[in-house]
């Protein structure tokens, strides 16, 4: 069955470090796909990465960078010299072919705050 | 508009109300997907759309619980006889891809049952 598990539920860091948000995730399938969704306090979730289950890579956007590593079945999200307005709620998502329905499983999201 | 628009955006009912929430998608998005989320809480799942069709309506978590699409278009989630443990925002998501996209997420419409 298809489970993203983020364990971390608050995490809360000063300006300018660095932070790592975890995801974990369980799947049957060989293809499947990876997400990650920033949730600001205005409430929309905002789209910030995908992956397939083939691509490995690690992957760098600004100060965001992602960690997949199929041998761990995790798929962290690393913040770099973290700023305020990083302050959200991260979402790791999952999403696979189930009979037919692609169903999106969300973990329950990381509360990062960043504090000046 | 350009992106998913939720209305309600709030609605403050009675409990044993029935109540409607809608969803219209981005234009030619063909994937729907209706969401809980409560207060503090992850999204859960509740139904997808592909077109007009609901392929899973498992995460529907009562009998109280329908939804519709039309036109592969807007969406209509009905809760009848409301219930406090309904309060919750419901968020609805587009895609253009079967499974493999980005969701594009409406702001939501917070349901409040007295």
């Known amino acids: 069955a298809q489970k993203v598990t983020q364990a971390q539920t608050e995490i809360s860091v000063v300006e300018k470090e660095d932070v790592t948000l975890d995801c974990v995730y369980e799947?049957?399938?060989?293809?499947?796909?990876l997400f990650w969704y920033k949730q600001p306090p205005s409430g929309e979730l905002v789209f910030l990465i995908r992956r397939n289950s083939f691509d490995e890579q690690n992957e760098i956007s600004g100060r965001y960078s992602w960690n997949f590593q199929k041998s761990t079945s995790s798929f962290n999200f690393t913040i770099t010299a973290s700023q305020v307005v990083d302050s959200a709620v991260y979402f790791c998502a999952l999403s696979e072919d189930t009979s037919g329905t692609y169903k999106y499983i969300f973990g329950t999201g990381t509360r990062l705050k960043v504090l000046a | 508009g350009a992106g998913v628009s939720q209305s309600p955006s709030n609605k403050v009912t009675e409990k044993g109300k029935d109540v409607e929430l809608r969803c219209d998608p981005i234009s030619g998005h063909t994937a729907l997907y209706w969401y809980r989320q409560s207060l503090g809480q992850g999204l859960e799942f509740l139904i997808y759309?592909?077109?007009?069709?609901?392929?899973?309506k498992s995460g529907l978590p009562s009998d109280r619980f329908s939804a519709e699409r039309t036109g592969g278009s807007v969406s209509t989630l009905t809760i009848q006889r409301t219930q406090q443990e309904d309060s919750a925002v419901y968020l609805c998501?587009?895609?253009?891809?079967?499974?493999?996209?980005?969701?594009?997420f409406g702001e939501g419409s917070r349901l409040t049952v007295l």
């Open positions: 759309f592909q077109g007009n069709s609901a392929p899973d």
């Open positions: 799947t049957r399938d060989t293809t499947y796909y």
């Open positions: 998501a587009s895609s253009p891809l079967r499974g493999a996209g980005e969701l594009f």
